[in-house]
């Protein structure tokens, strides 16, 4: 057997990989076109004896590369809220409030938690919404979000609150250099 050492061996068969990904990117995909049942038992039987020694690889893995993996998370999801937002209006509808750590998308005709159990993180849901402009979207603040969650509806649509000094459409409340109110 050529490369008996591990090492030696890891590097030739990267090598190959990285020498032959066109093809094993094609080979890969008919295969899975031809035979996804066939291969989603093998994967869960797979699974099945193999998931400890997974999980432990894994968290492994995630022990020894924690700041660098957290960082780059961190990164990537802030990119990805702060174009999904952007793509949306980047400001609340309700309020206008328009600083990124205020703002959320919101799913206007309600079902977000239903909706959202159908990608398997918020990731997925947010590149799903950056694909292309979703119909039934926009975005929120998270107390307007939180309003319309509880009471159906906004206070700051309120007739009562229709002299609402804060912030109403439009309105920017004046805000001093050290973020500090100036109301
Ligand atoms: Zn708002
Ligand atoms: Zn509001």
Redesign the pocket.
């Known amino acids: 057997m050529p490369h008996k050492d591990p090492i030696v061996r890891k590097e030739y068969k990267r090598l190959y990989y990285l020498a032959n990904l066109a093809r094993i990117k094609v080979y890969r995909r008919k295969r899975y076109l031809t035979k996804t049942a066939q291969i989603k038992v093998g994967t869960r039987r797979y699974y099945l004896a193999n998931h400890e020694a997974m999980k432990a690889a894994k968290r492994r893995y995630e022990k020894t590369h924690r700041p660098a993996l957290n960082g780059t998370r961190r990164s990537y999801w802030a990119k990805l809220r702060e174009q999904v937002i952007k793509m949306y209006g980047g ?7 328009c600083l990124l750590v ?2 959320a998308m919101d799913h206007i005709y309600g079902g977000g938690n239903r909706h959202r159990r159908t990608f398997s993180s918020i990731h997925q849901l947010y590149r799903w919404l950056r694909e292309k402009k979703r119909a039934g979207f926009r975005v ?6 939180h ?1 319309y969650a509880v009471l159906g509806r ?1 206070p ?1 649509n309120d007739k009562a609150n229709k002299n609402h000094t804060g ?1 109403m459409l439009g309105q920017r409340r004046e805000r001093s250099d050290n973020g500090v109110s100036m109301q």
Not at 91 to 97: A, L, R
Not at 140 to 145: A, F, G, I, K
């Open positions: 400001k609340c509808k309700c309020c206008g409030e205020f703002l929120l603040c998270h107390n307007c979000n309003s906004c700051h912030r």
